[in-house]
């Protein structure tokens, strides 16, 4: 069965520079979500797009912006990288923002920023 | 506001042998659902078991189950016959309205055989 597609798995960039990074959700999945893993730590919440639109947000910084395009994939654009912002990005899936059903995750993206 | 604790950092088990790793939530909204997921040391994400805040009977997933107890907000993941490649992180979560995910801190399993 089609999975999430994250690209790149592995990002490795400077301070300040920027980083682009996408999502491909499984066919017929309307909603996107992304999320943060610090080293050691669960993942949190960014945001979240339904139908194309921004649906909810979380502890996403004002340096990161993300959008959803009109074949659902979706793209997490980081800018002015701090080495803080060093983490796994997940992106996840699911057939609506119902709770009752299931999200999947891709397989992330690791980001190194040195 | 939504909390998930896990209140066990870290767990041993004997190969074949289950384990019982814990997990308590805190909501006042009615409606949820409850996930556990496998992080492997590879990093990937893999879902294992749900159970909706509405359903009566426990979740069963292969050598998964989802221990609900609803009066006491817990959703304990239970895993039957152990085996090596369960050494993992397991997350458990919730869902509420809006759909993002809420993770506890983790429990690192280490199955010993």
């Known amino acids: 069965a089609a999975g999430v597609i994250q690209s790149p798995r592995h990002l490795i960039k400077e301070k300040r520079e920027t980083a682009t990074l996408k999502c491909y959700p499984i066919?017929?999945?309307?909603?996107v979500y992304w999320y943060q893993q610090g080293p050691g730590q669960d993942p949190q919440f960014l945001i979240s797009?339904?139908?194309?639109?921004?649906?909810d947000k979380g502890s996403i910084p004002d340096r990161f912006s993300a959008q959803q395009f009109s074949d659902y994939h979706s793209e997490l654009n980081m800018s002015s990288l701090e080495l803080g912002d060093s983490a796994l990005y997940f992106c996840?899936?699911?057939?609506?923002?119902?709770?009752?059903?299931?999200?999947?995750f891709g397989p992330g993206t690791r980001l190194t920023v040195t | 506001a939504q909390k998930i604790t896990q209140t066990q950092p870290g767990m041993f088990v004997q190969e074949k042998e289950a384990v019982t790793l814990d997990c308590t939530y805190d909501?006042?909204?009615?409606?949820?659902?409850l996930f556990w997921y496998k992080q492997p040391s590879s990093g990937e994400m893999i879902f294992l078991i749900y159970q909706g805040s509405y359903d009566q009977q426990n979740a069963t997933e292969g050598r998964y189950s989802l221990n609900f107890q609803k009066a006491r907000k817990s959703a304990n993941l239970v895993i039957s016959a152990s085996q090596l490649g369960d050494s993992a992180m397991y997350f458990c979560?919730?869902?509420?309205?809006?759909?993002?995910?809420?993770f506890g801190q983790g429990t690192e399993l280490s199955v010993k055989p």
């Open positions: 979560a919730m869902r509420g309205g809006g759909g993002k995910l809420i």
């Open positions: 797009f339904y139908e194309k639109m921004q649906s």
């Open positions: 066919p017929r999945h309307d909603t």
């Open positions: 996840a899936s699911s057939l609506g923002a119902s709770q009752f059903y299931e999200q999947y």
């Open positions: 909501t006042s909204d009615p409606s949820y659902g």
